[in-house]
């Protein structure tokens, strides 16, 4: 069974940065991709970034590209995404996850391609 927890978030203003860490149990986490989620009221769950089990490639949504920048530390078991420039529609509860399959050679942008949640961590930027 694999674990997250994820942590960092918090109130910010317009342009401030925060970074957030997904701590991980369990083997899966070093030989999976993993992914960062959002999600707003009354909003599906988007996709924000994902990185190889390797950490060789990442992937991210448009909407984040250039501002936000997600990183893993296989040693440490945690991953990281490091948000810059924020804006208030970045505020949403951000949630990272698991991938379904081993070794995957593709980033994966659907919600029900990972198998294992976080408990998600509140962003909120303020204009």
């Known amino acids: 069974q694999v674990q997250l927890v994820e942590s960092g978030g918090g109130l910010v203003q317009a342009g401030d940065s925060l970074r957030l860490s997904c701590a991980t149990s369990?083997?899966?986490?070093?030989?999976?991709?993993v992914g960062w989620f959002r999600q707003a009221p009354g909003k599906e769950r988007e996709f924000v970034a994902a990185i190889m089990w390797s950490g060789g490639r990442t992937y991210y949504a448009d909407s984040v590209k250039g501002r936000f920048t997600i990183s893993r530390d296989n040693t440490k078991i945690t991953v990281y995404l490091q948000m810059n420039s924020l804006k208030p529609e970045d505020t949403a509860v951000y949630y990272c996850?698991?991938?379904?399959?081993?070794?995957?050679?593709?980033?994966?942008?659907?919600?029900?391609?990972?198998?294992?949640w976080g408990q998600g961590t509140q962003v909120t930027v303020s204009s």
């Open positions: 996850a698991v991938g379904r399959s081993m070794w995957d050679i593709e980033l994966r942008t659907g919600p029900n391609e990972y198998a294992y």
């Open positions: 369990g083997r899966a986490f070093s030989v999976n991709n």
